[in-house]
């Protein structure tokens, strides 16, 4: 047999076998996800939400507490200013009254850098709390995603609830047939824990006399965590 025969054949024989590795791959079937609407709908969502804002609301009270200690500062140094240009009281009077107000002063100033400091701790703490919790929930849900998507013979699932990189739908048309979101939702809430019923509402109490307003203060933090929208 000559050297080009054999070429041929073993060309021919390469071939096939290529076709054959090619004909064993299983068949292209995708599946589409909506992730963000996973995540909302997950039970587990919920009751992380309701933690978190009952702690931001704690939080804020006690800010709100450090913010009306330090207001009853702020009164004091205005009196002791007030006090040391007082002509009516002896020098000495004044000198001490000055130096009390100095002493205030210097409390105010460190009140306030208290308040900035518990405020954006609380702020970083709550979001590292939601960061974290997002982040193991997503690892839940997709290890769901993955199991049914196997169950229905899928080969691959697309998330197709965020954008792409220029900002448009990261995924352009896909037939709501191949979409599993609702199979996926049904599955991780069934392990739902039953709502406890509902109390009776209060009777209506009188509506209390308007509280006085307090003065605008645009240097008292606040403590607002984004990604945490406030309960109806």
Do not use: C
């Not at 605008?216 to 109806?232: E, S």
Request: aromatic share 4%.
């Amino acid at each position: 047999m000559n050297r080009t025969l054999k070429f041929a054949l073993s060309s021919i024989a390469f071939g096939a076998v290529a076709l054959g590795l090619v004909a064993q791959e299983p068949p292209l079937k995708v599946a589409t996800v909506d992730m963000g609407k996973l995540l909302e709908g997950h039970y587990k969502t919920e009751e992380q939400m309701n933690k978190l804002r009952a702690d931001e609301q704690k939080a804020q009270e006690q800010l709100e507490q450090m913010v009306k200690e330090r207001n009853q500062l702020v009164d004091q140094y205005k009196e002791t200013q007030d006090q040391s240009k007082n002509t009516l009281l002896t020098p000495d009077a004044r000198s001490k009254a000055d130096a009390d107000g100095q002493k205030l002063m210097e409390e105010i100033q460190k009140r306030q850098a208290d308040l900035q400091n518990f405020s954006t701790t609380t702020q970083r703490s709550l979001q590292q709390r939601l960061g974290n919790f997002r982040s193991l929930l997503l690892d839940e849900i997709s290890k769901k995603v993955a199991e049914i998507a196997k169950r229905r013979g899928a080969t691959m699932v697309v998330d197709t609830s965020g954008p792409s990189a220029l900002g448009i739908a990261s995924v352009v048309y896909a037939d709501p047939a191949f979409d599993i979101t609702t199979e996926v939702l049904t599955e991780i809430n069934k392990d739902k824990p039953a709502t406890p019923p509902a109390a009776a509402p209060a009777p209506a109490a009188a509506a209390p006399a308007p509280a006085a307003t307090a003065p605008a203060a645009t240097d008292n933090p606040t403590v607002t965590v984004p990604g945490i929208a406030p309960k109806p």
